[in-house]
């Protein structure tokens, strides 16, 4: 949970710019995004899989140019 506390002489346009800050820092809103939808498990491991993947591939090209 996100608690923002409104500094003295501060503009609600500057409490809501630190507010989206926060959620965006603590990684709430990409939560929001995945749950919109229900994925099955099988989808999850597969995406899982994919970004495991290219990770690999990255690391590898990487240590070949090195």
């Known amino acids: 949970m996100v608690k923002l506390t409104v500094r003295d002489n501060e503009s609600i346009q500057e409490a809501v ?3 989206r800050k926060l959620v ?9 995004r995945r749950r919109e939808y229900y ?13 495991a993947e290219r990770r690999a591939r990255r ?7 090195a």
């Open 39 to 51: 994925e099955k498990p099988s989808e999850t491991k597969r995406r899982a899989r994919l970004r």
């Open 17 to 19: 710019r630190r507010f």
């Open 24 to 32: 965006e820092r603590t990684g709430i809103k990409k939560e929001m």
């Open 59 to 65: 690391n590898r090209l990487l240590l070949q140019g």
